[in-house]
């Protein structure tokens, strides 16, 4: 049983009474710095987090400045501390969000700041002059001299060499850019390899993200999970809501519009519909959130440790970070698997 019973729980008919006040019954988030005590570790990168991760994916193109910020506002107030952008995101936008978030604040010291790069279209790829390069321009517009977690986005590299990729993150570790290391559309080949380099001294790769909910699971679950439990990778999947499908608000097709209705459409059928009704079923059961549900069975699944959450209101986190205090049965979990095979 891992943080507030997220995972695998005994069955309710069997907890007394008593003890339904326990930590590891079902708890909301429901105030200002409830979640500052909840912490776990981001596998063997040092640090600790709030098993949610706040994604700065629509900042700067379906979230404006203001919004963004009142958004990690309401983030931090509940007790999070764990943001994560991308220098593809809106052409760089979102990382200068976020960087004039954490400069007007005065709080980057108790942010855990993820970034991933490899995606701008002036530096895209992993090789080691475009690595550097876009590394750089990430602190510049973040408006900081370090990146806690360094994610190395391999979606447009296009053939670079692995070990001198590892090389060039070695320097910039060494040269006090980067703290730790992970890993974004590796193949499970590619983190065996990066591993057998950490072996000779090379950096090692510590988080992998990869898309991966209860609608989207053959990229993950597989050789890429198999791996990942084998090198002892923290796991902080993205795209943990479908584009906010699994939030449960988007169930009919005339309700959605332009390239955010292209992407939920496609879930609205048959598979979709039957996920959303055992989220429905699981939520009013608990009393929280169907976003929560979608999240706990996320943090029930191995090697996953904060999914990465992209919002687009502040009224939103709330909910949201619910779902780290979501207890889910063993009978849930299967009920909420089955409805998305």
């Known amino acids: 049983m891992r943080l507030f019973g997220v995972g695998t729980a005994a069955d309710s008919s069997r907890v007394p ?15 200002p710095g409830v979640g500052e005590t909840i912490r776990v570790a981001l596998g063997e990168t040092g640090h600790s987090i709030f098993p949610l991760m706040l ?25 999070g501390n764990a943001v994560h952008t991308a220098d593809g995101f809106s052409g760089g936008r979102s990382e200068y969000i976020v960087g004039q978030w954490l400069s007007t604040r005065g709080i980057r010291d108790r942010v855990v700041l993820s970034a991933r790069v490899g995606s701008h279209a002036d530096n895209p790829g992993l090789d080691s002059v ?8 990430s602190l510049t517009r973040l408006g900081v001299e370090h990146i806690d977690v360094l994610y190395l986005d391999a979606s447009l590299d296009t053939g670079s060499n692995l070990e001198d990729t590892l090389a ?13 290391v992970g890993a974004f559309g590796f193949t499970a080949e590619k983190l065996v390899e990066a591993r057998i380099l950490a072996a000779a001294g090379y950096p090692r790769i510590e988080a992998l993200d990869e898309p991966y909910n209860l609608l989207r699971r053959d990229g993950f679950e597989g050789d890429l999970r198999l791996v990942a439990g084998a090198q002892s990778l923290a796991t902080t999947p993205s795209h943990a809501l479908e584009h906010g499908f699994l939030s449960g608000r988007h169930r009919s097709k005339s309700q959605v519009t332009g390239v955010r209705g292209q992407q939920l459409r496609s879930h609205i059928n ?55 205090g979501v207890s889910l049965s063993r009978a849930h979990i299967a009920e909420l698997t089955r409805a998305g095979d």
């Open 270 to 324: 048959r598979r979709g519909i039957r996920v959303l009704r055992a989220l429905d079923s699981i939520a009013g059961e608990l009393g929280v959130p169907v976003a929560a549900v979608s999240i706990g069975w996320l943090l029930a699944q191995r090697t996953v440790v904060a999914p990465i959450v992209n919002v687009f209101a502040a009224h939103h986190v709330e909910e949201l970070m619910q779902g780290a």
């Open 168 to 180: 060039t993150v070695e320097w910039l570790r060494d040269a006090g850019k980067v703290s730790s």
């Open 55 to 79: 994604g700065a994916a629509e900042f700067g193109w379906n979230v404006d400045l203001e919004a963004a910020h009142g958004i990690l506002d309401r983030y931090v107030e509940y007790g």
């Open 130 to 137: 475009n690595l550097v390069r876009a590394v750089e321009g």
């Open 17 to 31: 009474e008593s003890l339904h006040d326990h930590p590891s019954a079902p708890i909301p988030v429901v105030g």
